[in-house]
């Protein structure tokens, strides 16, 4: 059973793990090709775009993909609508695996925002020392503002505008709470911006500035496009498709 990952997150690399190990199953991951040095998943792998959920269906066809786990990150908005249309397309079942949202506990001190537009916004309202821990993209939205200053850390750089006071910092998670907490006092920071990826790599600033009473505006999740299944649970997605292997 030829089984299509579409990964670049920690949760899809596990799954292809598990699943390159199973002998019903023939796994080919699919990664965007953003990150210059990925970590690769077990098993085949395949890099790039598709071209949309046409290409991405014709993909489907030509491989002979016959179930399709989009495992991407929950931001990654583009590539799960494609996922789920070209699915429907091709009349193959889809999983969606998605690790669980972050939710505030007791002394955090969260501000919701609709979308990165919506958080740079927030930001706005007043001057501040600001870390942007949102990733490459969407950075640009903060390009506006030159009051504050901001700390902008990803994997590789941005490529767009950016905010006229900044620094950049390029970094891999996994995070510890004692890093992330120094980086926040040495920095001054008054102010956190986080998308709600949700995982345990970098959940650590979240800790971090709870302890430090900083205030994190925290932008939701867009919404999950339809599939056959839903689960924050790699173990699931193993059971799903063994059932289809089974064809119950
Ligand atoms: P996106 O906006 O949803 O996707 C834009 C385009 O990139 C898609 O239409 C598709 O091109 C291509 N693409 C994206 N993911 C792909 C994949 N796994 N395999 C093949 N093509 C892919 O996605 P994004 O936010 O740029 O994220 C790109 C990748 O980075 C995703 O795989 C995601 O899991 C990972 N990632 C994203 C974030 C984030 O915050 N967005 C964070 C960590 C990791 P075509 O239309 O040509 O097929």
């Known amino acids: 059973m030829k089984v299509l990952i579409l990964g670049g997150t920690s949760e899809a690399r596990l799954l292809a793990e598990a699943v390159n190990s199973d002998k019903r199953f023939d796994v080919v991951s699919s990664l965007a090709g953003r990150v210059r040095d990925p970590v690769l998943p077990a098993g085949a792998s395949r890099v790039g775009g598709f071209g949309g959920a046409v290409g991405m269906t014709s993909w489907i066809r030509e491989n002979g993909v016959v179930a399709v786990v989009d495992a991407t990150h929950p931001f990654a908005e583009s590539i799960s609508r494609n996922a789920s249309a070209a699915a429907a397309q091709a009349s193959v079942p889809i999983a969606v695996l998605r690790r669980p949202q972050w939710t505030p506990g007791a002394g955090d001190n969260w501000i919701a925002a609709q979308s990165t537009a919506d958080a740079a916004a927030i930001v706005a309202a007043k001057r501040q020392r600001v870390f942007l821990t949102i990733g490459r993209q969407g950075v640009d939205a903060f390009a506006g503002n030159t009051v504050s200053w901001f700390l902008v850390r990803s994997i590789d750089p941005p490529t767009g505008a950016l905010p006229a006071h900044h620094e950049l910092l390029s970094a891999r998670g996994p995070f510890a709470v004692d890093s992330e907490r120094a980086l926040m006092r040495t920095r001054e920071i008054d102010m956190v911006v986080s ?13 971090a500035a709870r302890e430090l009473g900083l205030a994190v505006v925290m932008i939701d999740r867009p919404h999950t496009p339809p599939a056959d299944v839903v689960t924050d649970s790699v173990s699931d997605v193993v059971t799903w498709l063994g059932a289809l292997a089974r064809g119950t």
């Open 195 to 207: 998308k709600n990826s949700g995982g345990a790599m970098t959940e650590a600033k979240l800790v």
